[in-house]
Nanobody, 124 residues
Framework: QVQLVESGGGLVQVGASLKLSCIAS???????MAWFRQVPGKEREFVAS????????IYDDSVKGRCTISRDNTKNAVYLQMNSLKPEDTAVYYC??????????????????WGQGTQVTVSS
């Protein structure tokens, strides 16, 4: 059974930085990984994704320039560095993975495995 375990969330002030981590039980060298986020009453939305084949990331416009997705295949880990945090970044952040060999996607339904989430709260 695939497991994705997120960590690194917390309560921060506007303008602060956080780095989220996701440790996967599958090889990040073979699987496209992503971060999504969700607030109560709204759909889970795409944040960023990183390709398994190249160190290439794609981002939602709302975080572009402020967030960086990366991976460490030696640890089967994926990270989301978030800078200049805003109150609207407050959400539960989920790590997600596609099946082996699948490419980049912003579509929630394309992801097959999910973590339990980590809460990020940005206070003004």
């Amino acid at each position: 059974q695939v497991q994705l375990v997120e960590s690194g969330g917390g309560l921060v002030q506007v303008g602060a930085s956080l780095k989220l981590s996701c440790i996967a039980s599958l090889p990040t060298s073979s699987n496209t990984m992503a971060w999504f986020r969700q607030v109560p009453g709204k759909e889970r939305e795409f944040v960023a994704s990183i390709s398994w084949i190249r160190y290439v990331g794609i981002y939602d416009d709302s975080v572009k320039g402020r967030c960086t997705i990366s991976r460490d295949n030696t640890k089967n880990a994926v990270y989301l560095q978030m800078n200049s945090l805003k109150p609207e970044d407050t959400a539960v952040y989920y790590c997600a993975a596609r099946r082996e060999g699948q490419g980049l996607s912003k579509i929630r339904a394309d992801y097959d495995y999910w973590g339990q989430g980590t809460q990020v709260t940005v206070s003004s």
